[in-house]
């Protein structure tokens, strides 16, 4: 073998070993089963200030608080509050009156918000969570081998994204709700209705968009 054939096979040893190196190295490196796409909880707050009186809410008041929460679209899962700096139970009780129309039961006390109230003034307080899994999909592994045994980098994506989409509350992914038996039903219930309610709009808006598509 002459020198210059002996160079071309070395050359080419080189090359096909860095391309199997190139391989290995978009190969699935996590060789456990847990899965590293887990829920993220977020959570976000919006308030909005109101006058109060002696007498708790004026009916102008009430009637803006019940379109914030209409416009915010107050939904099971929520936590709604009052930050009232002379705590008169009539401003809550007030508040309460709104938010139970939206099945919320209000929570006790109030996150910061920042912005101090002015005198006569109260702030009602929606805190609101929000599930998802972050850096799904994953097609990073750019190789179908796995010779380390590893899984998938989007391995958990489908599970723990419609765990994270379809869970009711998602401060349940934190901490579950304690409690007993007979709470249960009622959260289920709540639960099933809202959907219900969801998806009877859905019919209701096609059933009219059919009635009305002329003929």
Do not use: H
Request: with cysteine; aromatic share 4%; hydrophobic share 35%.
């Amino acid at each position: 073998m002459n020198r210059t054939t002996r160079r071309a096979l070395t050359g080419a040893f080189a090359l096909s070993l860095g391309l199997a190196l190139t391989a290995c190295g978009g190969m699935p490196q996590n060789r456990s089963l847990y899965s590293t796409k887990q829920p993220v909880v977020e959570r976000s707050t919006v308030a909005l200030d109101v006058i109060t009186t002696p007498g708790g809410l004026p009916v102008g008041e009430q009637r803006r608080v019940a379109e914030w929460f209409d416009a915010m679209g107050l939904r099971y899962g929520d936590k709604v509050s009052v930050d009232d700096p002379l705590e008169r139970p009539e401003t809550r009780a007030a508040v309460a009156d709104v938010a139970g129309r939206y099945g919320i039961l209000l929570a006790d006390g109030a996150p910061a918000t920042g912005a101090d109230l002015q005198p006569g003034q109260a702030r009602v307080v929606i805190v609101r969570t929000r599930a998802s899994v972050p850096g799904c999909p994953d097609w990073s592994a750019s190789s179908d081998a796995t010779l380390g045994n590893g899984i998938s980098p989007g391995y958990g994506c489908a599970l723990n994204g419609n765990l994270a989409a379809m869970v009711a509350n998602p401060e349940d992914l934190i901490k579950g709700q304690q409690g007993s038996p007979d709470t249960y039903i009622s959260t289920s219930n709540t639960t099933i209705k809202t959907y219900s309610d969801a998806v009877g709009k859905k019919v209701n808006v096609a059933t009219a968009a059919t009635s009305t598509g002329g003929n």
